[in-house]
């Protein structure tokens, strides 16, 4: 079997292929030794990169329109690459290239839109962004807060079960509500991503199986027996504001959507009640502080004045 020997790495063998062994490197503005084939069976364009730190590369020196390309094919050492894996595997490249194709652009092309930061952009662009702004907001924090920094530059398909649900735990130890939100939002995430290219679509999303925290309701009905302290301590409020819009909401059965839309002339029986605020919000009236006078139009003047 052919050995790294094959690659004659002498000044010699660079110059007899009329291609420089010493190279500058216009991106970072360091010398870079590059030895070429040599040999039996030699690729033209072929060689090993020395670098600074001592680390050795296979790459292929090419021309596309015009402009040198060098490719690393792969590192000499750790990835069990022989040198006729590495001549085939050249070989290949140059025959794509005489097809017009360009194996660099194209392998640099695989490598993006693939990472988990790539996957959360798509998904707040092409999912999150269709709702409201302020949710749209959340999600976007947070998927920061809680993602680590260092999975963002992963490939989306790497991120493993077992990392996600170990990252559910460790942030339900102290915020299970918090931890159950990201859990939904990752478990929607991936259920696009096979559509948006990032995952396979015939294996199962790494968020499977993964179970939630328990969560108490937040809301329930008032029951009946309730209702006299309920309404004791809504006339407790100190706030004639907070008390008044709780008195309305219970006494007209409307939403809160709905009573923020309102417009005072629609409590007085379509009268304008003054010019002032008649085709006005209670939030817009609210917010400017306005005191004209005229019934109704300030609640913390008299009880008596509520449009309740």
Same mark, same amino acid.
């Given at each position: 079997?052919? +050995?790294? +020997?094959?690659?004659?790495?002498?000044?010699?063998?660079a110059v007899s292929n009329n291609l420089p062994q010493w190279q500058k490197d216009k991106d970072d503005g360091q010398s870079r030794d590059v030895r070429w084939d040599g040999g039996d069976g030699a690729v033209k364009g072929l060689g090993v990169r020395i670098y600074p730190s001592g680390k050795k590369s296979f790459v292929l020196s090419y021309?596309?329109?015009?402009?040198?390309? #060098?490719?690393?094919? $792969?590192? *000499? *050492? !750790?990835? !069990?690459?022989? #040198? /006729?894996? *590495?001549?085939?595997?050249?070989?290949?490249?140059l025959d794509s290239i005489r097809d017009g194709k360009n194996p660099l %652009? %194209?392998?640099?092309?695989?490598?993006?839109?693939?990472t988990l930061s790539d996957l959360i952009d798509d998904f707040m662009d092409k999912h999150v962004a269709k709702r409201a702004a302020k949710t749209s907001h959340a999600i976007r924090l947070r998927l920061n807060r809680n993602i680590p920094a260092a999975w963002k530059s992963r490939r989306a /398909?790497?991120?493993?079960?077992? &990392?996600?649900? /170990?990252?559910?735990?460790? =942030? $339900? &130890?102290? @915020?299970?509500?918090?931890?159950?939100?990201? #859990? &939904?939002?990752?478990?929607?995430?991936?259920?696009?991503?096979? @559509?948006? !290219?990032?995952?396979?679509p015939t294996e199962p999303p790494p968020t499977d199986g =993964? /179970?939630?925290?328990?969560?108490?309701?937040?809301?329930?009905? *008032?029951?009946?027996? %309730?209702l006299p302290a309920f309404a004791q301590a809504i006339d407790g409020e100190s706030n004639i504001y907070v008390r008044a819009a709780i008195w309305l909401y219970l006494l007209t059965g409307v939403r809160k959507a709905e009573l923020l839309q309102a417009r005072w002339i629609d409590f007085y029986n379509h009268q304008r009640p003054h010019s002032a605020h008649g085709g006005r919000t209670p939030v817009l009236v609210y917010r400017d502080g306005l005191s004209p006078s005229g019934p109704g139009l300030r609640p913390d003047l008299r009880s008596t004045d509520l449009a309740a």
């Open positions: 079997m052919p +050995c790294l +020997c094959g690659l004659r790495l002498s000044r010699t063998n021309r596309d329109r015009g402009q040198k390309q #060098l490719m690393v094919i $792969g590192d *000499v *050492v !750790g990835t !069990g690459l022989t #040198l /006729d894996k *590495v001549r085939r595997r050249a070989g290949n490249h %652009e %194209e392998k640099r092309a695989a490598g993006r839109g693939t /398909d790497a991120i493993k079960t077992g &990392e996600i649900e /170990d990252l559910h735990q460790r =942030i $339900g &130890e102290t @915020r299970p509500y918090e931890a159950n939100r990201l #859990l &939904e939002n990752l478990r929607t995430m991936y259920r696009h991503a096979p @559509r948006w !290219g990032y995952t396979d =993964i /179970d939630k925290f328990p969560e108490r309701k937040r809301k329930r009905w *008032v029951r009946p027996e %309730e």
